[in-house]
């Protein structure tokens, strides 16, 4: 462990500290402060370089219990103590009160409601897997906690700088569990998980494949948090080259406005992709 990481831990602890004895004493409004302080500090710990994965394991529960605590006497102190168990009680749901109004605003076009419900039969519900079921992986398992499960858990400690990244890469030979991994990604995160391929979203129909593509993102950001997957992405987003068509071209654009456009707010929306040949993709795309 470096020096850096010591500080940060030390710095983190008598947070912790002080925060215990302000909890103790009923000085609430402090007691959270420090408690997502210690959080803070803490995190900087995990980013900052290579941690020993016990060291990690140790941390982390150490961090929610923090941010749970603070959460807690927020909301004591918000509504007082008879809505303590209503806020404790509050479903952990996949989705908001955005969930709704789609049907609303799909009433006057028909088409937009066909290609919504199509999209809603790709989400999975429930996948049952955890990592608990992934085999091996242990760096990838860690290494998506910290990028993916983390910021879904708390996002109040995601914020400005250390925004939580908006598409992950996974690559490898074909059997190597990326499709597998995803899906524990999803049930860890309790997040909505939609999965397409595509199949999914390409259309014979001139303008079809790129409204396909917008709505995947419109109906990912109604349920935020959620987590888009597409297997194969590289049958969808190869290197723009002359010999291509211009349907194709399309899709890569209306991909590349969806991910990180300007006047898109993907907040709550992650893309998780899966090929077996990442160096085929369209480099635009590897930078989002």
């Known amino acids: ?4 990481q010591s500080d940060y831990i030390q710095k983190g602890i008598k947070s912790a500290e002080q925060a215990t004895a ?3 004493a009923h000085n609430y409004e402090a007691a959270a402060q420090h408690y997502m302080t210690a959080a803070d500090w803490l995190m900087q710990a995990m980013k900052y370089g290579a941690m020993n994965p016990q060291m ?4 982390r529960p150490k961090i929610e219990s923090y941010v749970k605590r603070a959460e807690e006497i927020k909301e004591i102190l918000k509504h007082g103590p008879s809505k303590k168990k209503a806020v404790a009680d509050a479903p952990n749901g996949r989705g908001n009160s955005k969930d709704n109004k789609g049907d609303d605003d799909d009433n006057g076009d028909p088409d937009r409601k066909r290609m919504m419900q199509k999209f809603e039969g790709a989400i999975v519900s429930d996948p049952k897997v955890t990592f608990n079921d992934v085999i ?3 760096q990838a398992k860690e290494a998506l906690k910290e990028a993916v499960i983390l910021p879904v858990k708390f996002p109040q400690l995601f914020q400005g700088k ?7 890469l996974l690559y490898g030979p074909p059997g190597t569990g990326k499709s597998y991994l995803a899906k524990a990604i999803a049930t860890e995160c309790k997040s909505t998980f939609i999965s397409v391929s595509s199949s999914d979203l390409l259309s014979k129909w001139l303008g079809e494949s790129e409204k396909g593509v917008k709505g995947l993102f419109e109906l990912a950001r109604e349920r935020q948090p959620c987590i888009v997957f597409i297997d194969e992405i590289d049958a ?7 010999t291509e068509s211009e349907s194709s071209r399309r899709v890569k654009t209306e991909f590349l406005i969806q991910m990180q456009g300007v006047g898109t707010d993907n907040s709550g929306v992650l893309v998780l992709a899966a090929t077996n040949i990442p160096w085929t993709l369209d480099t635009a795309i590897r930078r989002r």
Request: aromatic share 4%; hydrophobic share 25%; net charge positive.
């Open 162 to 168: 250390r925004k939580p990244w908006a598409g992950i």
């Open 22 to 24: 302000e909890d103790k």
């Open 1 to 4: 462990m470096s020096s850096g």
């Open 236 to 242: 969808l987003c190869g290197q723009r080259n002359d």
């Open 56 to 59: 990690k394991q140790t941390i």
């Open 136 to 138: 091996g992986l242990e």
